[in-house]
């Protein structure tokens, strides 16, 4: 089901939250009319969920992951199987590094890097030209060589960046990350353009299985603050995905609590990613979202 296009007016009440839109979105309309923005090309997301995936002890099923990323792949290709959109994504002669985040408390879930590196090499790449990494990998002699990267981790909150997004899940790519710490990390996407990264990454997937809403302090966790939403989001654009995501997050804060409560600090590093960084698109009316499984409590 392919949701309508969304006015300006809907994501100010639907959207990442009142103060939250209302000091970001102006930024994306700048100079445009909003019938030009309405025309513009969109960018496609896919949101797929699917209530089996977790068992009764919440770790994810091997064989609905699997699932999900087929069906979700094809939707976003185009393609009629997965494996047409593998073969769009990787060759055999890259050298792909898979960027997952190993925060203790909620990590890239081991069955979807198994997941991503079996069909990478179903793709012909070489067990031995294929990384699977977080910290380190500016070390890291897979991903030194990277000519692709696929880009995987948990939505949460977060401390510095106010959400835990895939575009601060390159952070590692730089050698000092507390000093991308300021004005809360809003300029993370330029590390995107740094040479390390620049143009490699090929697919983007915001975990959204059992994301954290809302936390305090620097490694605060609570698993009251978790639910199964039993989620993922699939874009080649990462501005694109995080701005779905986050989304998805206010409006759970707000059923949560009853009020409108925008994260804090503020997750600007998205909508800065695309007004002052250009590196995708934030704006609801610029996206294509493509839901697909299970809709009950969607959020979106």
Same mark, same amino acid.
């Given at each position: 089901?392919?949701?309508?296009?969304? +006015?300006?007016?809907? %994501?100010?009440?639907?959207?990442? $939250?009142?103060?939250?839109?209302?000091?970001?979105?102006?930024?994306?309309?700048?100079?445009?009319?909003?019938?030009?923005?309405?025309? +513009?090309?969109?960018?496609?997301?896919?949101?797929?969920?699917?209530?089996?995936?977790?068992?009764?002890?919440?770790?994810?099923?091997?064989?609905?992951?699997?699932?999900?990323?087929?069906?979700?792949?094809?939707?976003? %290709? $185009?393609?009629?199987?997965?494996?047409?959109?593998?073969?769009?994504?990787?060759?055999?002669?890259?050298?792909?590094?898979?960027?997952?985040?190993? *925060?203790?408390?909620?990590?890239?879930?081991?069955?979807?890097?198994?997941?991503?590196?079996?069909?990478?090499?179903?793709?012909?790449?070489?067990?031995?030209?294929?990384?699977?990494?977080?910290?380190?990998?500016?070390?890291?002699?897979?991903?030194?060589?990277?000519?692709?990267?696929?880009?995987?981790?948990?939505?949460?909150?977060?401390?510095?960046?106010?959400?835990?997004?895939?575009?601060?899940?390159?952070?590692?790519?730089?050698?000092?990350?507390?000093? *991308?710490?300021?004005?809360?990390?809003?300029?993370?996407?330029?590390? *995107?353009?740094?040479?390390?990264?620049?143009?490699?990454?090929?697919?983007?997937?915001?975990?959204?299985?059992?994301?954290?809403?809302?936390?305090?302090?620097?490694?605060? %966790?609570?698993?009251?603050?978790?639910?199964?939403?039993?989620?993922?989001?699939?874009?080649?654009?990462?501005?694109?995905?995080?701005?779905?995501?986050?989304?998805?997050?206010?409006?759970?804060?707000?059923?949560?609590? $009853?009020?409108?409560?925008?994260?804090?600090?503020?997750?600007?590093?998205? %909508?800065?990613?695309?007004?002052?960084?250009?590196?995708?698109?934030?704006?609801?009316?610029?996206?294509?979202?493509?839901?697909?499984?299970?809709?009950?409590?969607?959020?979106?």
């Amino acid at each position: 089901m392919k949701k309508r296009a969304i +006015t300006r007016r809907d %994501f100010l009440k639907k959207g990442a $939250g009142l103060p939250l839109a209302c000091a970001f979105i102006p930024g994306v309309f700048e100079g445009k009319s909003q019938q030009q923005v309405q025309q +513009t090309p969109k960018v496609r997301v896919v949101l797929i969920r699917n209530k089996d995936i977790l068992d009764d002890k919440g770790k994810p099923r091997y064989e609905v992951i699997e699932k999900m990323m087929g069906e979700g792949l094809c939707e976003l %290709f $185009g393609t009629s199987n997965p494996q047409e959109a593998w073969r769009q994504m990787i060759k055999a002669d890259d050298v792909v590094g898979i960027k997952t985040n190993v *925060w203790n408390y909620l990590p890239t879930p081991k069955e979807l890097e198994d997941y991503l590196k079996k069909r990478v090499m179903e793709c012909g790449v070489p067990e031995e030209n294929i990384a699977i990494a977080d910290r380190g990998v500016l070390s890291h002699p897979v991903f030194q060589k990277a000519t692709a990267l696929i880009n995987a981790r948990p939505a949460r909150t977060h401390h510095w960046s106010g959400m835990g997004s895939c575009i601060k899940n390159y952070i590692q790519f730089v050698p000092r990350p507390y000093e *991308w710490h300021g004005d809360s990390c809003a300029d993370l996407a330029k590390i *995107w353009f740094l040479p390390e990264v620049k143009g490699k990454t090929r697919l983007n997937i915001l975990v959204m299985l059992t994301p954290l809403f809302h936390g305090i302090g620097p490694h605060h %966790f609570s698993k009251q603050y978790t639910w199964p939403y039993c989620g993922l989001i699939l874009s080649q654009d990462p501005v694109a995905a995080d701005a779905t995501g986050l989304r998805i997050l206010q409006e759970k804060r707000k059923e949560y609590f $009853g009020e409108e409560r925008p994260l804090q600090p503020v997750p600007h590093h998205i %909508f800065l990613a695309d007004t002052r960084h250009h590196l995708g698109v934030s704006s609801p009316a610029r996206i294509e979202l493509i839901k697909l499984g299970w809709q009950e409590g969607i959020l979106i």
